[in-house]
């Protein structure tokens, strides 16, 4: 790779673009190499396996061995290549951006927003463990303190292009804490992946916003009901409303809110 960019250089009228395009495109053919030096040091392994049990002169014992091995590196060699094909796919642009996380309630009653609270829970703890920022914007509970609606910002590496196929229904069947019984329920609940927008230039005037604040429900504690920590945004010109509680701080969630906000314009 190094050699061929010296050899770029000294062609005559290199414009500048040109360069940079050149130097993109290496720079992602070096991501592959190593995933390329590990098949064609199996592929070794297995011509020199191939020939130690074809060969007549070696002991039957040695062959055996020889065949079980050849075996193991066939199944490694097919991993690999996989791994490669899917590094030779097409990136999506919108891979290395953060997401949006949408999870509701679907059919099965309160039970379906326990499982949509399993889920919520589920994907906070897989945040946590990758290192990811893990922003709860809105939860909506059920009767039974389950999740009716609830939403998270994730910020990090490469979250999208991770968690984009999570998108769509998801069913369980399972006993459910609020079966008396013992029969068997089936609840759904949907999930939604969203891209976060790149950041542009957004106008949002005073005179277009309505900012209504009102008491928080759900948990907290005492602060929660006597605090006016919760926050409806209204934009008269889209009609978007936006609608946010945080347990501590008023202005915390009107400042959340707002942003969600120019998000949603772009």
Same mark, same amino acid.
């Given at each position: ?15 500048a ?18 995933c390329i030096?590990?098949l064609?040091?199996k592929?070794? &392994? !297995?011509? *020199?396996? #191939?020939?130690?049990v074809?060969?007549?002169?070696e002991?039957?014992?040695m062959?055996? %061995? ?10 490694e ?10 590094s030779?796919?097409?990136k ?6 953060d ?9 099965g ?6 499982f949509?609270?399993d889920?919520?829970k589920?994907y906070?703890?897989y ?7 893990f922003?709860?914007?809105d939860?909506?509970?059920? &009767? !039974?303190? *389950?999740? #009716?609606e609830?939403?998270a ?8 292009g991770? %968690? ?5 229904v ?6 459910p804490?609020t079966e ?11 999930v939604?992946i ?7 230039d957004?106008?949002?005037r005073?005179?277009?916003?309505r900012?209504?604040?009102y008491r928080s429900?759900g ?9 006016s ?9 889209s009609?978007?409303? !936006?609608?946010?509680q ?7 969630a ?12 772009v």
């Amino acid at each position: 790779m190094h050699i061929f960019r010296k050899l770029f250089l000294r062609q005559p009228a290199v414009m500048a673009d040109e360069f940079a395009r050149i130097n993109k495109e290496l720079s992602k053919l070096e991501d592959y190499m190593p995933c390329i030096k590990d098949l064609r040091a199996k592929q070794k &392994e !297995i011509d *020199g396996l #191939k020939i130690l049990v074809n060969d007549s002169l070696e002991e039957k014992e040695m062959r055996d %061995l020889a065949a079980q091995e050849l075996q193991l590196r066939l199944e490694e060699e097919r991993n690999i290549q996989y791994m490669l094909l899917q590094s030779l796919l097409p990136k999506d642009d919108a891979d290395a951006r953060d997401c949006i996380l949408e999870v509701r309630a679907g059919t099965g009653g309160e039970e379906a927003s326990l499982f949509a609270m399993d889920i919520f829970k589920m994907y906070e703890r897989y945040a946590q463990k990758r290192r990811w920022k893990f922003e709860i914007v809105d939860i909506t509970e059920s &009767e !039974i303190r *389950g999740y #009716k609606e609830a939403s998270a910002a994730i910020s990090g590496s490469g979250v999208y292009g991770k %968690l984009k196929f999570e998108s769509g229904v998801h069913r369980v069947q399972r006993v459910p804490v609020t079966e008396k019984s013992g029969r068997i329920h089936t609840s759904a609940a949907s999930v939604a992946i969203l891209p976060q927008a790149d950041e542009v230039d957004v106008q949002l005037r005073n005179e277009d916003l309505r900012i209504d604040t009102y008491r928080s429900g759900g948990a907290g504690g005492q602060h929660v009901n006597t605090t006016s920590s919760a926050v409806r945004v209204t934009h008269f010109p889209s009609g978007i409303v !936006i609608t946010i509680q945080d347990e501590r701080s008023q202005h915390k969630a009107e400042s959340e809110k707002v942003d969600l906000m120019i998000k949603s314009f772009v």
